[in-house]
């Protein structure tokens, strides 16, 4: 027992006790950390890495740098004042006469969001190039077209020197970069993200408060009836959350067109007349009902199980102690329950900002989240580009919120029924 | 809460519209969804119920939109058969099985590492691992459509089925992960300690406590791939329709009643489910010594 008393403490092996303790801890580690790792390595890949590359996608302008290289090593000699030399109106040329017609296509889709005009001139003069056969370049690529004579198409193409750009991003807050690569507004007529991230802003914020107003009195009922009652009850919050979204949208279609079941109801009780039904379909209003609807089981699930925590001798002493209902419930009841109202808050607001599916179907054109924009960009104009600026704002506004909630809630308490 | 019997005129008249209030709220989140029921026996080619249908005028109500449904239409006197519905079917259940399995296996594994009392870096991980539940299904699906068609994965079954499983995995992760909070890890000492190895002691101790988060984490998984469409949009092809795809479709191009026959059937569907997930979850409780207040 000496041993103990002078040195450190030691297994059979002479090995010193914390060393060994040390080593089982580390052993545990990793083996707890390698069940983790598949998931861990397949999230990884089928999702993470994907989201990574969206995010490059959006500063990425390298694009155009592969189709007119050598017209980019004379361009940055150019001191952008008059028109550029006939050295670079020659590698432009033959650059453009030797190029396949797929990469120009895509080429001259990037230079038209610098400046529009140049994809129409790329066609045009494709064509017309294969009758010159030799210089000057310069004189005779202007008698094709007399753009090529305009200096403001060669500084354009300014914005496109570098391999990455912050282009995308401008656009996606309606500014852009004038072809002295100055920031600027975009024309009036062309500003609609602005306006479109004011409305996901104000709808999510609408959505999240009227799911507050109709979730927070139902969870209380949930909470303070007996569990045989509040049980059968929790299946008409819950029987929502199961029912697939397309269902939900249609039912709603159902009850909200003009001749829908909430039209006729009105009609037949002889609120309003049958030639001026109410517009509720395709309409921001529309998003608003159907989507506070979709996402109010998100508010009443955390809500309901803060409230199940409370206990109900504190509002009875309240009562006991001479405060009416009213201020029992606003100076005690309400205090408890912030954690569920904040953890519902914040799922409902961050699952709002980025819906898509129900303003594309009930929204009309009004309607229109940031969301209906990146599927927009996604499939039609195919401007990947700013379809993945507009993403990643979105994305980092998500990543902000996730972190509070993760803070505030704790990620691993999150509710599924 | 019961109003007692001393309740003032106002207290009572307060709790009454408090009841009234709470009833409509009830209202609001199931009326939209039991409205389509009816309807969808109508024979009328629009989603409305008409004075006929009303008045149960036999002849306005009609199966015709559920033999649609099946494949059999008939215009005039002869039949077509368009199999979309049949077919969207079949792919809906093929993809969501597989992902459903992939991701039970998946998540499982992960959340019995994460519950682990050594796990290292646990609240980072988890962040990581619930992400794809919060991060905005368009914003999976372009990042999916830009990097799995440089891997040519897009227009596959594959592609589709491990986006689907990425997107079901947090609900397993989750489920099983609370059914393990609590969990006496002495079974596991025990076990070992009886000379069982790893294998028989998870299949044998560990999986039929935790079976009924496993089972309702993947019924949660599979009803997520059973109802996505924004990630088969892009990442499909044309010819990969599924059941949600298919209504997406429906409701954007030709308005017809055989929606509504899907969405009853989906409707039944996810009652059933509801179900199974709600006994599972008492009987987790009741296994565990949870108490039901």
């Known amino acids: 027992m000496n041993q103990t008393v002078s040195g450190p403490i030691l297994t059979s092996d002479g090995i010193p006790l914390k060393v060994s303790l040390k080593?089982?801890?580390?052993?545990?580690?990793?083996?707890?950390?390698?069940?983790?790792?598949?998931?861990?390595?397949?999230?990884?890949?089928?999702?993470?890495?994907?989201?990574?590359?969206?995010?490059?996608?959006?500063?990425?302008?390298?694009?155009?740098?592969?189709?007119?290289?050598?017209?980019?090593?004379?361009?940055?000699?150019?001191?952008?004042?008059?028109?550029?030399?006939?050295?670079?109106?020659?590698?432009?040329?033959?650059?453009?006469?030797?190029?396949?017609?797929?990469?120009?296509?895509?080429?001259?889709?990037?230079?038209n969001y610098s400046k529009s005009g140049w994809k129409s001139l790329l066609k045009k003069s494709k064509r017309k190039f294969k009758k010159i056969e030799e210089g000057p370049y310069k004189e005779k690529m202007i008698a094709t077209d007399k753009r090529w004579g305009d200096p403001e198409y060669w500084k354009a193409l300014g914005q496109m020197v570098d391999p990455t750009t912050m282009g995308y991003y401008l656009n996606a807050v309606d500014l852009k970069y004038d072809s002295n690569k100055n920031v600027v507004q975009q024309k009036e007529n062309r500003r609609i993200y602005n306006k479109t991230w004011i409305k996901t802003f104000k709808v999510s914020i609408l959505v999240t408060f009227f799911c507050l107003l109709l979730g927070y009195p139902i969870s209380y009922l949930l909470a303070t009836l007996p569990m045989k009652y509040s049980n059968l009850l929790m299946i008409c919050v819950l029987l929502p959350f199961w029912t697939s979204l397309l269902v939900r949208t249609v039912a709603w279609?159902?009850?909200?067109?003009?001749?829908?079941?909430?039209?006729?109801?009105?009609?037949?009780?002889?609120?309003?007349?049958?030639?001026?039904?109410?517009?509720?379909?395709?309409?921001?209003?529309?998003?608003?009902?159907?989507?506070?609807?979709?996402?109010?089981?998100?508010?009443?699930?955390?809500?309901?199980?803060?409230?199940?925590?409370?206990?109900?001798?504190?509002?009875?002493?309240?009562?006991?102690?001479?405060?009416?209902?009213?201020?029992?419930?606003?100076k005690i009841y309400m205090p408890n329950s912030i954690p569920g109202v904040s953890a519902g808050c914040l799922l409902v607001f961050i699952i709002a900002i980025g819906y898509y599916i129900t303003p594309e179907l009930v929204g009309g054109k009004d309607g229109q989240m940031v969301g209906n924009w990146i599927a927009y960009h996604l499939k039609t104009t195919l401007n990947w580009g700013l379809c993945a600026a507009l993403g990643a704002i979105l994305l980092a506004v998500m990543t902000v919120l996730y972190w509070a909630y993760n803070k505030i809630v704790g990620i691993e308490n999150i509710k599924l029924g | 809460m019961a109003l007692p019997s001393y309740a003032t005129t106002g207290q009572k008249i307060g709790y009454y519209s408090f009841l009234t209030y709470c009833s409509l709220v009830f209202f609001f989140l199931i009326a939209p969804i039991f409205i389509i029921l009816p309807l969808s026996f109508s024979a009328s080619p629009f989603f409305e119920f008409t004075r006929e249908f009303m008045n149960l005028e036999p002849e306005a109500w009609s199966l015709r939109w559920y033999r649609q449904m099946v494949g059999i239409s008939s215009i005039g006197d002869t039949t077509v058969v368009t199999d979309k519905w049949m077919l969207g079917t079949r792919n809906s259940f093929f993809i969501g099985i597989i992902a459903t399995l992939l991701a039970t296996a998946l998540g499982t594994v992960a959340a019995l590492g994460l519950s682990r009392p050594h796990m290292p870096f646990k609240p980072v991980l988890m962040a990581i691992l619930i992400s794809p539940m919060i991060v905005p299904l368009i914003i999976t699906a372009a990042g999916m459509f830009f990097f799995y068609s440089k891997i040519g994965l897009t227009h596959t079954y594959l592609g589709l089925i491990l986006a689907h499983t990425a997107l079901g995995t947090p609900f397993v992760v989750i489920t099983v992960t609370a059914t393990l909070t609590g969990f006496d890890t002495n079974l596991i000492r025990a076990s070992q300690s009886l000379g069982a190895d790893t294998m028989r002691t998870f299949f044998k101790v560990i999986m039929p406590l935790i079976l009924p988060g496993v089972i309702s984490g993947g019924l949660f998984a599979f009803i997520t791939s059973f109802d996505e469409v924004v990630v088969v949009m892009f990442v499909g092809s044309v010819e990969q329709i599924t059941i949600p795809k298919q209504m997406w479709a429906g409701l954007r191009q030709e308005t017809s009643p055989v929606i509504l026959c899907m969405a009853t059937c989906l409707v039944a569907l996810s009652i059933a489910l509801l179900t199974t997930v709600e006994m599972l979850r008492r009987r987790s409780e009741r296994l565990r010594g949870i108490k039901q207040r």
């Open chain 1, 253 to 330: 279609m159902v009850m909200l067109q003009q001749k829908g079941v909430f039209n006729n109801l009105m009609v037949m009780a002889g609120l309003i007349a049958d030639e001026n039904r109410w517009q509720l379909m395709y309409n921001q209003t529309a998003v608003i009902i159907v989507m506070t609807q979709i996402l109010l089981p998100f508010m009443v699930l955390p809500l309901y199980s803060v409230m199940k925590t409370i206990s109900p001798t504190y509002m009875r002493a309240a009562l006991n102690l001479g405060a009416s209902p009213i201020h029992a419930f606003y």
């Open chain 1, 23 to 111: 080593k089982a801890e580390r052993i545990n580690k990793i083996r707890a950390f390698l069940l983790v790792l598949p998931l861990l390595a397949f999230i990884l890949i089928t999702f993470l890495i994907p989201i990574g590359d969206m995010l490059a996608r959006s500063i990425d302008d390298r694009q155009i740098n592969t189709v007119f290289p050598k017209t980019f090593e004379v361009y940055k000699k150019w001191d952008r004042q008059d028109l550029p030399s006939e050295e670079v109106y020659k590698t432009m040329f033959f650059e453009l006469k030797d190029s396949e017609g797929y990469s120009v296509g895509k080429a001259s889709t990037r230079m």
